[in-house]
């Protein structure tokens, strides 16, 4: 039999709306409830693969039941502004999906779910999908009713066959249960005093309601008395409860069939909502899709590359060719043509050899007066590099333009930003060359082109170098630390089970709950909804003090994570013959504009503990005539809060090379600076960082052990202390929620929708980012400036050594022994004048043969 889906689309999108972490779209239009909605939509069409569906909505206009009783759901709040905006989306999505909608004035969304489960149920079994358990009295042989229980991405399936089993009673008996117990969500009265064990007990007993009043007399005086005085209100209880399956629709079933692939028209509502990994799936129709900034462009004439000799000799003469390649196939634009290219795969493929495509790119990518537009010049260089080529000629990154006028971090593919414009997708290259226009103009029209002809375009080929130099790996070092850390590991297994009294399996959540909260009646915290224990971090180290076991499992994770990521985790990445790694700088990838690090991610090797920092032992200078050289920034952040906020007290300290944090701690604490002890100078640097950071008092508090109110007291304290920086906090704050954004030193900006939320978590997490990221992305600004000096200065000077490392504020260098105190000098110079502050830039330069040495 064909199945028919029936969703409670109010409570289902109201569910992923708090499930799903804030989505807005570029121009601030909050989504989350849509896409969490809308995922789930998808993965119920594949797992279940239902004929039909229909998705039910409430109206705004009174029921049936508000007739009845006037405060019927009176107690309920007003949806959120940022949900309801989302309702008209989400309907607009549906429509084009052509999933049907069914909504009906003075009937709820139950109602309308319950005629069409019973309606149809001759020709369909229904499953109704809902986070109502009022749905639970609809479950019957031909209708399944699956409730939501974690968000929206757990479901409990209720049948006939299980129904009692799971809930303790029959589906038909649940109208009666609510009569007697009420329904506080929905203001059902009840009757007063009688709770939901009592409820269940009676309904038990007697099986239905008119059974239980008819034999009220044989219970307790206490329970006697409340039925009888709340009979009227059980059997309006009742008829409030009851959901109405004969409502006056009218829906014919084939119109709820699905049909797929979805309409195109689909996917460009998802474009538009910026639902990247929705569009990645295989489930629209072919299909232009258009934008409401649609390219006015003639689109290009493709031609195919026959004769790559006759190719050359035209496209020697071009001064400007827009190129892109998949690795695999290549489009060359000029002269408002798009020619294309491929690889042969076998001799009966009519592509190009290889050899014809290298000579093509050694053409087109080595005369220097030349102008190249590619999406990702770095990688486009790696290619180039396997066969050989150097990237001579001048070149433009759109994919970093567009990074640029995004202010969002969000890294979208080409073919997401073609959609974005109404571009064809069989024009790559032509539409490159026309991405190129419209981001560049963007950024002219913000100021911002010289952030990116002076920074992030030659920054590329700076990382570009980076990545290809590669850093060398103590393989040997290496072996001794996995050696320690899996003798380690088994030790402690053991220790663990010897204490457990039994063996398990430590990386089991399920199995270590049940030996650690059950077993051994180690104090727990409260079980989830799903009957699970919760053996996180934070959990644990609570209990760590005052017992042995956990301290133990405790350390085996943090074995087990060193293990897996810095040894295992390395052990693929590290190149056989040189045994260097080499990773992959992101460049466009962050809000704040920092660069992150993958495979192998270089930028979270631990730093907090001896034992983290001892990591750095696996890399190495080059060989016996190279020597490591590291500098990094010192308080880089601060001093740009110094001199952003123009707090005096911040600005003279700096100047006079004071050591902020013991200041900070005379400050605090109150005592004169000379008898601030080690503790209080802790303390204070928490303080200092935690500003930065918008940190509360809380946050404070667990950062130092003490309490929110003395943390407080702290923070307080502070700012009273430095009132400039509190004044340009909030100032910063300020502005984010005018404008919608902040910038850093440079001009790069950052939106930050979060800050207008209703929502208080989500607004305070804005208010935060628009306090540090004016910090965090200058720092990232001017660090990449003294990167690429620094490069510069290197190639123009001779020197063979090499910047081979980047680490937020740290910079490492593979220099030759013969060259370091050059090298140092370049390094410690061109970092601490990358900018010019009110305070000064200071970096430390440290040397060894190793980077822990060198740190």
Known sequence: MEKLVLIDGNSLINRAFYATKLLTTREGVPTNGVFGFTKLLLKIISDIKPAYMVVAFDLKAPTFRHKMFENYKGTRKPMPDELAAQMPIMKSLLSALNIRMCEKEGYEADDLIGTLSRKFEDRVHSIIITGDRDSYQLVNSRTDVYITKTGVSELLKLTEKNFKELIGYEPRQVVDIKALMGDSSDNIPGVAGIGEKTAISLIQQYDNLDNIFAHA???????????????????????????????????????????????????????????????????????????????????????????????????????????????????????????????????????????????????????????????????????????????????????????????????????????????????????????????????????????????????????????????????????????????????????????????????????????????????????????????????????????????????????????????????????????????????????????????????????????????????????????????????????????????????????????????????????????????????????????IYGISDFGLAKNLGISPKRAGEYIKKYFETYSDVKNYMDTNVAFAKEHGYVTTILGRKRVINEIKSANFNIRSFGERAAMNMPLQGSSADIIKVAMIRIYDRLKREGLRSKLIMQVHDELVIDALISEKEKVAEILKYEMEHAAELRVPLVAEVHEGKNWYEAK
């Not at 050899?353 to 990688?379: P, Q």
């Not at 220790?495 to 049940?514: C, V």
């Open 217 to 691: 007399a044989e219970n307790r005086p206490a329970v006697q008395s409340k039925l009888e005085s709340g009979r009227e209100m059980a059997y309006l209880s009742q008829t409030l409860a009851r959901i109405d399956t004969d409502a006056d629709i009218s829906v014919d079933l084939e119109d709820c069939r699905i049909c797929l692939p979805f309409p195109a028209e689909a996917k460009e509502i998802c474009f538009r909502l910026e639902f990247s990994s929705i569009m990645r799936m295989d489930i629209f129709a072919e299909g232009e899709v258009c934008s409401a900034e649609k390219s006015e462009c003639k689109r290009a004439e493709v031609v195919r590359i026959h004769d790559s000799a006759a190719f050359i000799e035209s496209v020697m003469r071009e001064p400007e060719i827009a190129v892109y390649s998949n690795g695999v196939s290549f489009a060359f634009y000029f002269g408002g043509i798009e020619y294309t290219a491929r690889i042969k795969a076998n001799l009966l493929d009519d592509g190009l050899d290889e050899t014809e495509i290298v000579e093509i790119l050694k053409v087109i990518c080595g005369e220097r007066e030349r102008r190249l537009f590619l999406y990702g010049k770095k990688n486009m260089q790696h290619r180039l590099r396997q066969y050989g080529i150097d990237l001579l000629c001048r070149a433009e990154d759109v994919s970093i333009l567009k990074y640029l006028t995004d202010y969002t971090g969000k890294d979208d593919d080409l073919s997401l930003a073609e959609q974005s414009y109404g571009l064809p997708p069989e024009t790559h290259a032509q539409n490159i060359f026309l991405l190129h226009d419209i981001f560049y103009a963007n950024l002219e029209k913000d100021g911002l082109i010289s952030l990116y002809r002076d920074v992030e375009l030659p920054l590329s080929d700076v990382l570009f170098d980076m990545e290809v130099a590669g850093v060398k790996v103590d393989v040997g070092t290496s072996a001794v630390f996995e050696k320690k850390y899996r003798e380690e590991a088994e030790k402690i297994t053991e220790d663990i089970y010897e204490q457990a009294g039994e063996k398990f399996n430590l990386n089991s959540p399920a199995q270590l709950g049940k030996v650690l909260f059950d077993d051994l009646q180690i104090p727990s915290p409260k079980k989830s909804k799903g009957g699970k224990y919760s053996t996180s971090a934070d959990i644990l180290e609570k209990l760590a003090d005052e017992h042995a076991i956990v301290r133990d499992i405790l350390r085996y994770r943090r074995i087990q994570k060193l293990l897996s990521t810095y040894i295992d985790g390395f052990r693929p990445l590290i190149h056989a013959a040189t045994q260097r790694v080499h990773t992959n700088y992101n460049q466009i990838q962050t809000s704040t504009g920092r660069l992150s690090s993958t495979n192998p991610n270089l930028q979270n090797i631990p730093v907090r503990d001896e034992e983290g920092r001892e990591l750095r032992k696996l890399f190495l200078a080059s060989d016996g005539e190279h020597i490591l050289l590291d500098a990094d920034y010192s308080q880089i952040e601060l001093r740009l809060l110094a001199h952003f906020s123009g707090c005096k007290e911040l600005i003279e300290a700096y100047n006079r090379g004071d050591d902020i944090h013991a200041l900070t701690a005379s400050q605090v604490f109150d005592v004169p600076l000379e008898t601030v002890d080690s503790h209080m100078r802790r303390s204070a640097k928490a303080v200092n960082f935690g500003i």
